[in-house]
Nanobody
Framework: QLQLVESGGGSVQAGGSLRLSCTFSGFTLDYYTIGWFRQAPGKEREGISCFTGIGDRTNYADSVKGRFTISRDNVQNTVYLQMNNLQTEDTGVYYC???????????????????????WGQGTQVTVSA
């Protein structure tokens, strides 16, 4: 059974950093994509980054490019999202999601479209204060 568990959320001041973890089981990342999404109160879920095991390719939303970094740890079966220079608009519940690379890539690049992912974690809260 495929499972994803997020951790690492918390409260920080603007300019601070957090590292989120998505620990997964039930599949091999080599053939899957893991995406990170977030949802702020009253807003739609936003795709922010993804990692495709084939070729270790990454993709980022413009809103986080240059501040967030996605990476994998093969030993720990974990994908990380390092978040630096956090801003108040980064506040929300952060989710990781997974699906086969064939469903989640466009010309070899992973997509951050929520409907492409069928397997989701429970989410972790990130709160950034001014």
């Amino acid at each position: 059974q495929l499972q994803l568990v997020e951790s690492g959320g918390g409260s920080v001041q603007a300019g601070g950093s957090l590292r989120l973890s998505c620990t997964f089981s039930g599949f091999t990342l080599d053939y899957y994509t893991i995406g990170w999404f977030r949802q702020a109160p009253g807003k739609e879920r936003e795709g922010i980054s993804c990692f495709t095991g084939i070729g270790d390719r990454t993709n980022y939303a413009d809103s986080v490019k240059g501040r967030f970094t996605i990476s994998r740890d093969n030993v720990q079966n974990t994908v990380y999202l390092q978040m630096n220079n956090l801003q108040t608009e980064d506040t929300g519940v952060y989710y990781c999601a997974a699906d086969r690379w064939s469903e989640t890539t466009d010309r070899g690049i992973c997509v951050t479209v929520a409907r492409s992912y069928r397997n989701w974690g429970q989410g972790t809260q990130v709160t950034v204060s001014a």
